[in-house]
């Protein structure tokens, strides 16, 4: 048995050749037995024009920096953990940027529907993930360091305080992490955008000639 591919107008045109030796049950039962791979091979096909295994290297480069990162913030202001620190965006966005990065690579290895299913849910979370980030490291930007939010009379303040090297080195690095979300906004809108069309493209009719 051999199947032959055509597009022609718009229209992807199946062909399987079946001997004529087979029984008419038998070719009913290796029709049905090849109609659902056959359609998923060419949807996840479809997918893979957004080469996932790329856009997931991506996220899993960026989710490993965002997790050290995290590391080693945490270890700094042990005593008086900045905004960024204190959210935890750095080890929650990390973790699921190396979870979804992990299922688009895997997406570009096996021809599955139902992973290229999970990785739109998965890059959804990114999304919206991102745009929390955002919010948290502009958040970051606009206000003081922890400790320093205050000058009343008597107060006593730390002495970085009056130095601005410290605001300057942090602001850096949040405005860094918002690159970062963008970066990683725009691959899971593409993963998602691709994997939708795949998810939503029309199943196959058959016709036995």
Not at 9 to 19: A, D, F, K, L, Y
Not at 117 to 125: A, L, M, V
Not at 163 to 184: H, M
């Amino acid at each position: 048995m051999a199947a032959t591919v055509t597009d022609s107008g718009g229209v992807r045109i199946i062909m399987e050749v079946i001997p004529a030796t087979d029984t008419p049950a038998a070719q009913q039962a290796s029709s049905s037995s090849l109609s659902t791979p056959v359609a998923s091979s060419f949807r996840v096909h479809s997918f893979r024009r957004a080469q996932p295994k790329a856009l997931g290297a991506i996220h899993i480069v960026t989710g490993i920096i965002r997790f050290c990162s995290g590391i080693i913030l945490t270890t700094a202001e042990r005593d008086i953990p900045s905004i960024t620190v204190a959210s935890g965006v750095l080890f929650w966005l990390g973790l699921l940027l190396l979870v979804t990065g992990s299922l688009l690579v895997e997406s570009g290895k096996r021809e599955n529907i139902l992973l290229v299913k999970t990785c739109c849910i998965f890059s959804t979370g990114v999304v919206l993930s991102t745009l929390v980030a955002t919010i948290v490291h502009a958040t970051a930007i606009t206000t003081n360091l922890p400790g320093c939010e205050h000058n009343w009379p008597h107060q006593l303040r730390g002495e970085d305080c009056f130095y601005t090297d410290r605001k300057i080195l942090s602001d850096g690095l949040n405005l860094t992490f918002i690159i970062f979300c963008l970066l990683e906004f725009c691959i899971a809108v593409a993963a998602l955008t691709f994997g939708y069309a795949a998810i939503k493209q029309h199943n196959y009719k058959h016709m036995v000639l």
